[in-house]
C-alpha cells in the first residue's frame, strides 16, 4: 500500500485521498482469512464516470464458494451460543467502525457506482442507520409463553437463528443492502455468505474490513465476489448447499423466481426483495410543487436506478401542463450535475452502459408514441460515457394508449420521466394495478378521504402519500407480486432469520 492515502489495488487515479487505503482490498474474506480465488482469476471493475478499469477483483468459484459455506456452517455452531447482548455490541461496535470510516466507504461507492460523493456519504448513513436500528431489536428478539389448553401443561416460545444464511446483493445499493440483510441475518445469530453483484464487489469487501475490527468470530461473514460469468455457478452452490438454510436476494424479478424455485428443491427459507415499477399518481387537486419535488425525489434519485423508483407516472389531463411546467421550473434548482468527486454534485452517471441502452430503448419508445422531450436527452452521443441528464418527456393531455408503452411492463431503471395524462380516479388505480409487481408506488392529492382510499387500493407493499421518498429502517421494506416475498426494516424484520420453536412442559 502506498502510504500517502493511495492504494495500490487502484488502478486508476481518483481525486480522492483515502485515509486509510487497506479499505480498498480485493480479495475474498473467507472464515476469518483474506484469500485469492484458488483459480487466481480476477474480473475487472469498471469506474461508471469513464469506464475505465479502477481495480481486478478475485473471482472465487464453485469450490471457492463451498468452502465459504462450510466454513459459516462451522462458524455458526459456536455463534449461535453467543448471548444476545454480545452479539448486540458487535453489531454496535461494526455500526461505529462504518460510520468513522464513513468518507472512505463513501468514496468507494462513489469509485465503482459513480453515485456522486456526496450522495455516497448519504447512503453510508442510511447502511448504518441498519444496524443502528437491529441495535435495538437484537434484545427483544424473544419468544412467549402460551396458555396450554391441557390442565398440567405449560407451553413457551423460543426463537433460535436458523443457521447458514447465504446473501446475494444487486449493484445498485452496494452498501444499505449488505447491511440491511447481512446485518439483520448476523444481528439474529446466523451467519452469512454473501456474493456481492460483480459491478461493486469493493464496497462489500470494505465493509467486511471493518466488521473483522468489531470482534465478531472469524467465519460469521464471508464475501465471495464473483464475475458475471461465475455467478450462475456460485449462486448454484449457494442454492444446492445443505449448510445454507436460508437465501436472502435483492434483484431483478427473473433471476429471484430462478433462485427461489432451486431453493425450493430443498425447502429452504428465502427472502426476495426484486424489481418494482412504481405507478406515481397526480390528482388533480394536488399541490404542484410538492407534487414536482415528489417525483423529482423518487424518480431521479440514484439516477433513477432504484427499485422503488417512479416510473409509470400518471397526471390528470387538466394539470399536465402545470405540473410539466413546476418539474421543469424544480429540476434545475434540485439537481446538480458534474464530477462525482464535486461535493456539490448530487445527480451522476448510471453505473454502466448496459443501463444507457435500455434508457434509450425507452425514450425511443415514448418518443415513438408521441411523447415529446422538455428537458434533456434527446437519444444522441452522450457527453461522458454514461451520464444521461435528467429527462423530461410529456405525452399530450388525449394521449390513451398507455398499455402499448414499455414502460408498461418494464422499469426504466434510468433518469427518465415522461407523463402520461388520465382523467378518472379509477382508471388511474386500475393502470396502476395491471402489472405482476408491487413494490412501491406514489399519490399526490389534498383530499384526506382519497388519501385513505387510493393508498387502500394500490396493489403494492409500500405506498406513498404526499412524498416521494418511502423508505427508511424503521418501516417494513418489501414487495408483494412478483416484487418479492418478505420484509427488511421495520419493527419484525430480525424475526425472519430465526425460527420459532415450541416448548410443552409437562408439570
Ligand atoms: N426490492 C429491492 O429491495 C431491490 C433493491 C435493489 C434492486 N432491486 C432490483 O434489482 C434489479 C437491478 O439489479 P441487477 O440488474 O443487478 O439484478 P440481477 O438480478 O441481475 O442481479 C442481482 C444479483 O444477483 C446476482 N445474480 C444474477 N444472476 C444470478 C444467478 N443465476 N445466480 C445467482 N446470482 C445471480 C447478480 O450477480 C447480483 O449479485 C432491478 O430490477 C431492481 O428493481 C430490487
Ligand atoms: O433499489 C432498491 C433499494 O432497496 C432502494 S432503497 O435505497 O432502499 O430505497
Known amino acids: 500500500m502506498a502510504a500517502n492515502g493511495t492504494s495500490s489495488v487502484l488502478k486508476k487515479e481518483i481525486p480522492y485521498k483515502f485515509k486509510d487505503p487497506s479499505l480498498l482490498d480485493t480479495r475474498a474474506f473467507v472464515g476469518g482469512e483474506w ?47 453467543i448471548p444476545h447482548r454480545t452479539r448486540r455490541f458487535m453489531v454496535r461496535a461494526w455500526a461505529d467502525a462504518i460510520k468513522a470510516n464513513r468518507e472512505d466507504l463513501a468514496a468507494i461507492c462513489t469509485l465503482e457506482l459513480g453515485k456522486p460523493y456526496s450522495e455516497s456519504l448519504g447512503t453510508v448513513k442510511y447502511g448504518t442507520d441498519y444496524l443502528d436500528w437491529f441495535d435495538g431489536l437484537i434484545e427483544r428478539l424473544g419468544g412467549e409463553t402460551i396458555p396450554a389448553a391441557k390442565q398440567d401443561n405449560r407451553v ?4 433460535q437463528p436458523q443457521g447458514v444464511v447465504a446473501a446475494i446483493t444487486p449493484w445498485n445499493s452496494p452498501i444499505a443492502m449488505i447491511t440491511r440483510k447481512v446485518g439483520a441475518a448476523i444481528a439474529a445469530g446466523n451467519t452469512v455468505v454473501c456474493k456481492p453483484a460483480p459491478e461493486t ?79 406515481f399518481i397526480v390528482f388533480e387537486d394536488a399541490d404542484m410543487k410538492k407534487a414536482a419535488d415528489g417525483l423529482i425525489a423518487s424518480k431521479f434519485r440514484s439516477s433513477g436506478q432504484t427499485c422503488v423508483c417512479a416510473n409509470r407516472i400518471l397526471v390528470h389531463k387538466d394539470v399536465i401542463n402545470d405540473f410539466r411546467d ?30 444507457v441502452e435500455k434508457v434509450k430503448r425507452h ?25 444521461i441528464p435528467p429527462t423530461l418527456l410529456v405525452h399530450s393531455p388525449e394521449f390513451a394508449d398507455r398499455k402499448a408503452l414499455q414502460v408498461s411492463t418494464e422499469e426504466t431503471f434510468g433518469p427518465l420521466a415522461s407523463l402520461m395524462p388520465f382523467t378518472e380516479e379509477a382508471e388511474a388505480i386500475k393502470y396502476a394495478n395491471e402489472i405482476n409487481v408491487g413494490l412501491a408506488s406514489y399519490f399526490f392529492t389534498k383530499d384526506h378521504s382519497r388519501m385513505w382510499r387510493v393508498a387502500e387500493a394500490l396493489e403494492t407493499g409500500m405506498v406513498g402519500v404526499q412524498v416521494g421518498l418511502v423508505s427508511a429502517v424503521e418501516q417494513p421494506f418489501g414487495g408483494i407480486k412478483e416484487s418479492g416475498m ?18 410443552t412442559f409437562g408439570l
Open 35 to 81: 484469500i485469492n480465488s484458488s483459480t487466481g482469476k480476477t474480473f475487472p471493475v469498471l469506474d461508471p464516470e469513464d469506464d475505465k478499469v479502477a481495480a481486478e477483483v478475485t473471482d472465487m468459484s464453485r469450490k471457492d464458494v463451498a468452502a465459504a459455506i462450510e466454513a459459516a456452517h462451522e462458524a455458526f455452531q459456536s455463534y449461535k451460543k
Open 156 to 159: 413457551i416460545t423460543i426463537r
Open 201 to 279: 464487489p469493493l464496497c462489500a469487501i470494505a465493509l467486511a474490513k471493518l466488521f473483522e475490527r468489531a470482534g465478531f468470530p472469524k467465519g460469521v461473514l464471508n464475501i465471495v465476489p464473483c464475475s458475471a460469468e461465475n455467478t450462475p455457478e456460485c449462486g448454484d452452490e449457494m442454492t444446492s448447499s445443505k449448510f445454507v438454510k436460508h437465501l436472502s436476494f435483492t434483484g431483478s424479478t427473473p433471476v429471484g423466481k430462478l433462485l427461489n424455485t432451486e431453493c425450493a428443491k430443498s425447502l429452504k427459507r428465502t427472502s426476495m426483495e426484486l424489481g418494482g415499477n412504481a405507478p
Open 326 to 355: 413546476m418539474v421543469l421550473k424544480r429540476l434545475p434548482e434540485v439537481l446538480v450535475s458534474g464530477s462525482v468527486w464535486d461535493k456539490k454534485t448530487n445527480f451522476g452517471p448510471l453505473y454502466s452502459s448496459k443501463g
Open 363 to 387: 425514450l425511443e419508445d415514448f418518443k415513438s408514441k408521441g411523447a415529446t422531450i422538455h428537458a434533456g436527452w434527446e437519444g444522441g452521443k452522450l457527453d461522458s460515457p454514461n451520464m
Open 486 to 503: 418478505g420484509r427488511e426494516g421495520g419493527g419484525n424484520c430480525l424475526e425472519e432469520y430465526t425460527e420459532i420453536k415450541s416448548i
